[in-house]
């Protein structure tokens, strides 16, 4: 049907948001002949896909399939897998703005040539998009995501993330926290705005929900700052004042700020508290030097300073929480002393959101897959270098 994507698309923009899924199957039977869709969504942990149209799976059909949509979801590329009868099975990822969500499996009468891929490749992109738009207005999506129930922590913290990934011109990010479910003060933030991103990394004091309360707070005093168009030092500044004034200096906020100029590959860094900077370039994993500044909320008035260091094309950053780098298993040297530059190395090949699972995955390995003490955030950036300027701005 040459209207095929336009049908389904205009399809996804009428349907309520908790009914994507089968409006999608719909539109997406009519307009590409297929037989069977399904719609897989990627749990917390990323530890696995699952189904929307039928979560009452798996059956042997959906075990069968998993491995293929992991792969789908690992390589953010259409894998094809062709079965009994000419019939053909598409898996197409489902990611929007670098964000990866799920993946899309498609079950046609026969192999797709590439231009048909390319098409059910659009509808994907679609549903990608109205998937995290109808997250607003409906639980659904949420409820497969979760394979057990999240603490009320949890649930704060999850709501107040920008994403897991996001994907520029320029750079790649992304992130994750552990432990998933129970996850208590610690957090990341991201905003994109021109030639400028804006990372800040927090190590939230104590736990459970007196933690997650007190981040709320810091990262919406920062957001406040940002988007009143405050620097990096002021928006440190007026989390930090915020944060005393309501606890007086009996609690603080270990933080580090981070704010890179995607034009000239330098980054601005207010580093206030424990998150620490590790790069890898080259094969060899290194930290960046910063000087520890005193953490958000300590006194009253505090002030704080910007350093700067540059990044090169192809640098990997990694920002950890003290729950990642200082780990301790009994009897154990700290995960950060040897072992986590070891995992980090090993991401040498993998995009951000591999990297950040691979390092969180060594993490529970070195608890013996115990489950962490403290909270850990990872966060991983890969610098590009700067995009060449378009026609505007060079004339």
């Known amino acids: 049907m040459p209207d095929g994507p336009g049908q389904v698309s205009r399809a996804l923009r009428a349907a309520p948001p908790d009914r994507l899924a089968e409006e999608a199957d719909r539109a997406i039977r009519l307009a590409l002949d297929a037989s069977r869709t399904e719609v897989f969504i990627a749990d917390y942990r990323f530890s696995g896909l699952w189904p929307v149209l039928d979560p009452d799976l798996p059956d042997g059909g959906f075990l069968a399939c998993q491995g293929v949509a992991q792969r789908c979801f690992s390589s953010q590329q259409p894998v094809l897998d062709s079965g009994d009868g000419g019939r053909c099975r598409v898996y197409l990822p489902l990611s929007v703005w670098g964000e990866r969500l799920g993946v899309l499996m498609l079950e046609l009468p026969v192999n797709p040539d590439a231009a048909a891929v390319e098409v059910a490749r659009d509808v994907a992109g679609d549903l990608a998009v109205a998937l995290r738009a109808a997250d607003r207005g409906t639980d659904r999506y949420r409820r497969v995501r979760r394979r057990e129930r999240l603490s ?39 905003s994109v705005d021109s030639d400028r991103l804006t990372v800040s990394v927090l190590n939230g004091a104590g736990s459970g929900l007196a933690a997650s309360l007190l981040t709320a707070v810091t990262v919406n005093a920062m957001r406040n700052a940002r988007r009143s168009g405050g620097s990096l030092v002021e928006q440190a500044e007026l989390a930090s004042d915020t944060i005393f004034y309501q606890q007086r200096g009996s609690r603080h906020v270990a933080t580090l700020l981070l704010e890179l100029d995607t034009r000239r590959g330098v980054v601005r860094a207010v580093d206030a508290g424990s998150p620490h900077v590790l790069r890898l370039r080259g094969g060899a994993v290194s930290p960046v030097p910063l000087e520890q500044q005193l953490p958000l909320g300590m006194f009253a008035e505090t002030r ?74 990872i966060v991983c950036l890969d610098w590009r270098g700067s995009s060449p300027p378009d026609d505007a701005d060079g004339q």
């Open 152 to 190: 009320m922590a949890a649930e704060m913290q999850w709501d107040l993330l920008p994403g897991r990934s996001v994907t520029h011109g320029d750079f790649v990010l992304a992130g994750q926290l552990e432990p998933a479910y129970t996850v208590g003060g610690d957090h990341f933030d991201w």
């Open 304 to 377: 704080y300073e910007v350093q700067e260091f540059t990044v090169e094309p192809g640098d990997r950053l990694f920002v950890v929480s003290d729950g990642v780098y200082a780990a301790q298993p009994d009897g154990q040297e700290p995960y950060g002393e040897r072992a986590m530059a070891r995992s980090m190395r090993s991401t040498r090949l993998q995009p951000a959101a591999e990297a950040v699972g691979t390092v969180m995955r060594e993490l529970h390995a070195y608890h013996a897959d115990a489950d962490l003490r403290d909270d850990a955030v």
